[in-house]
Nanobody, 120 residues
């Protein structure tokens, strides 16, 4: 059974930084692409970033390009999202996802989400 457990989000000021992590278990972590989605209150869940199984390829949503960095440590079965120059519009529940294969095509498993609040 795949489990994805996000770290606690938290509160940051606009312009500040936060790092999220997500620990995965249940199947061979290095075989699967990983990613992050987010959902602001009352809005739809949207893609944020993804990383291929070996970390060689990444993809970002336009609103976070140049500010967020996704990375992974296959030895620790963990994916990270470094968020810099945070804006109030980054406030959302952030979800870790594990894709169905080595490339980020179809999210298959989801974490429970962690709240990130950015104050302006």
């Amino acid at each position: 059974q795949v489990q994805l457990v996000e770290s606690e989000g938290g509160l940051a000021q606009a312009g500040g930084s936060l790092r999220l992590s997500c620990a995965a278990s249940g199947r061979t972590f290095s075989s699967y692409a990983m990613g992050w989605f987010r959902q602001p209150a009352g809005k739809e869940r949207l893609f944020v970033a993804a990383i291929s199984r070996n970390g060689g390829m990444t993809n970002y949503a336009d609103p976070v390009k140049g500010r967020f960095t996704i990375s992974r440590d296959n030895a620790k079965n963990t994916v990270y999202l470094q968020m810099n120059r945070l804006k109030s519009e980054d406030t959302a529940v952030y979800y870790c996802v594990q894709y169905s294969g080595g490339f980020y095509l179809s999210p298959e498993y989801w974490g429970k989400g962690t709240l990130v609040t950015v104050s302006s």
